[in-house]
């Protein structure tokens, strides 16, 4: 027999059922099975053993995902406006692609042993048979739509994107199974004032956000294909010494026996990050001319007056990335993490299928700006909506404020109007989500001043009911 004390959903805290469950002292499969299902089904919250199962239990959201009601999607949209205005100033246009793809496109692009691919992505097999995956990040799907759409999108290309994105990672505050990035890709162009403008259109995207005191931007250079080559030669060495393979995280080993040896230096393990704190440096095999480079980058970057640190322990694990690669990191106490990470990936296109075409970008999440905004709550009045209170219960009077706000939306103003008799109650609900009220009952109808309050500098002016809108628009 097997035991069990569960919780009992009653109205008192820890209040728990004893239940035994009895079986043969050799059951066959079928017992086996019926047992698993009932201890499955004694374990649900929604369970109680005084009543049995509920009829209609509660939907859950599913774990790692998160719900985005007024308040916080007020918030969102403060970011993605952020981002296409500034976008937009820098020459970037919309694109959107969709969530679900062939899975070969992100094997090819983080590459199968990736954490990403291994260990994270939501793939199944469609009815036909293919393996389709939803997309743990953007920039493979935007690459495969330019590059193989027809008839052909003349390049460069200023594409710029938002969206959810899917990762099975271990939920924590600020990450999440679904999240939410924007993103920029620049593609069909190498030069290095290229880099800098997505670098500064990132910068002054966390401006606009009030982030640009609080981050730092961390910069380094992959160099040249040259380069990249003697560096890995030189890590194989390193890595590959006894005394320094054994503290390796047994995921790292595996990089290593396979040889995908960059990757282990892009390791957020603190075991890896030790082990490979004396490994060579890229810097120490880089050619002149990638060298010159990389420093009318950092040149560029001076005379915009954007400060940088470098970093030269900051690479990318993907073979595709070259030259340069950057992060904006918050430097307060407590920060989550990266919030902007890019580089220049002109190896991408050829490890898609494609014919080399350069291309530089950089992506942002969006559950992670929204923690780091230095004021993460919605605005009391989120859109700047006008209230209308009908004072009174005749029907007359209902008919006439309907009206009117029908009127008002069609010169352009956004009207709420909730259609109780109760004024408090009216008064209480929209005072929360509107920017002005107004109080209309039988004497305004009839041509009496009707009194509009601002309720974010709690003023209070006359108007006429020919006049209101206008008398809206300059409070709005």
């Known amino acids: 027999s097997l035991s069990l004390s569960l919780p009992c959903e009653t109205r008192k805290p820890d209040s728990h059922h004893h239940v035994s469950l009895c079986y043969p002292n050799t059951p066959n499969t079928m017992q086996r099975a019926a ?36 308040a916080e999607r007020a918030v969102y949209n403060k970011i993605t406006k952020a981002f296409w205005d500034t976008s937009a100033l820098y020459g970037f246009q919309e694109v959107a692609t969709p969530i679900l793809e062939y899975s070969d496109l992100f094997h090819r692009s983080l590459g199968s042993d990736s954490d990403v691919v291994s260990k994270e992505m939501y793939t199944f097999v469609d009815v036909d ?56 890709e620049h593609i069909g162009s190498d030069h290095p004032l290229d880099d800098v403008d997505a670098i500064a259109l990132g910068f002054n995207f966390l401006s606009r956000l009030g982030l640009d005191e609080g981050v730092k931007l961390h910069i380094n250079s992959l160099y040249d294909a040259a380069t990249r080559a003697a560096h890995r030669s030189a890590l194989i060495d390193f890595l590959n010494q006894s005394e320094v393979f054994s503290q390796l995280s047994s995921d790292s080993q595996a990089r290593v026996i396979s040889g995908h040896v960059l990757r282990v230096l892009d390791s957020k393990s603190a075991a890896d990050r030790a082990a490979t704190a004396a490994a060579p440096r890229l810097a120490q095999f880089a050619s002149q001319v990638a060298r010159d480079r990389f420093q009318q980058v950092l040149s560029g970057l001076s005379s915009l007056n954007i400060a940088y640190h470098l970093d030269e322990t900051l690479v990318r694990g993907l073979d595709y990335y ?23 990936y002109d190896g991408l296109a050829r490890m898609l299928g494609f014919r080399d075409v350069p291309a530089v970008g950089w992506a942002a999440g969006i559950e992670r700006l929204r923690l780091a905004l230095p004021d993460a709550s919605a605005p009391t009045h989120a859109l700047p909506m006008v209230g209308l209170i009908k004072v009174g219960s005749e029907a007359d009077v209902g008919s006439a404020v309907h009206g009117l706000a029908s009127r008002l939306r069609a010169q352009g103003l956004p009207v709420l109007q909730l259609h109780t008799d109760n004024p408090h109650k009216q008064f209480k609900s929209l005072s929360a989500r509107c920017a002005a009220v107004v109080n209309i009952g039988a004497a305004e109808l009839s041509g009496a001043p009707l009194v509009v309050k601002d309720l974010r500098t709690g003023q209070q002016v006359s108007a006429t009911l020919d006049g209101l809108a206008t008398q809206l628009k300059e409070i709005l």
Do not use: N
């Open 35 to 70: 047992v698993a299902s009932l201890l499955h089904t004694i374990k649900s919250p929604v369970y109680c053993p005084t009543r049995g199962l509920a009829a209609q239990p509660q939907s859950r959201l599913v774990r790692g995902t998160h719900d985005d009601l007024p």
């Open 129 to 184: 048979g293919s393996s389709v995956t939803l997309r743990p990040e953007g920039t493979a799907g935007v690459m495969r739509a330019v590059l193989g759409s027809a008839p052909a999108v003349p390049l460069p290309l200023h594409a710029a994107y938002a969206g959810p994105m899917f990762r099975r990672e271990r939920p924590q505050r600020g990450r999440y199974r679904q999240f939410h990035q924007v993103g920029i």
């Open 322 to 344: 070259c030259h340069t690669v950057w992060e904006f990191v918050p430097s307060g106490a407590g920060a989550q993490g990266t919030l902007l990470a890019g580089g220049r």
